[in-house]
């Protein structure tokens, strides 16, 4: 079992810069890979960076440049760093675990105000 506690979220202007971090702790040996997602009401949640134990990342065309994830295994961390922030980038951001199966956190919300 692995739980997953998300912060950093909150209200920023457009332009500006947040880091969200999430905290992985229980039971497990290792952490595959570790990702954020996002969602909107009423949308689909989508992938916004991925990366996995070896430190190999991938984005989403929509933040490329401007966001950057990485993790500290020691401390079974992982962020995301995000800044240039878009009215469009406001969303409840999800992290998310796959060990032995897949875990998610209970969200943060970011909100960028245009």
């Known amino acids: 079992q692995v739980q997953l506690v998300e912060s950093g979220g909150g209200l920023v202007q457009a332009g500006g810069s947040l880091r969200l971090s999430c905290v992985a702790s229980?039971?497990?040996?290792?952490?595959?890979?570790m990702a954020w997602y996002r969602q909107n009401l009423g949308k689909q949640r989508e992938l916004v960076a991925a990366i996995t134990s070896g430190g190999s990342t991938n984005y989403a065309d929509s933040v490329k440049g401007r966001f950057t994830i990485s993790r500290d295994n020691a401390k079974k961390t992982v962020y995301l760093q995000m800044n240039s922030l878009k009215p469009e980038d406001t969303a409840i951001y999800y992290c998310y675990a796959l060990s032995t199966g897949g875990y998610w956190g209970q969200g943060t919300q970011v909100t960028v105000s245009s």
């Open positions: 229980g039971s497990f040996f290792s952490i595959n890979y």
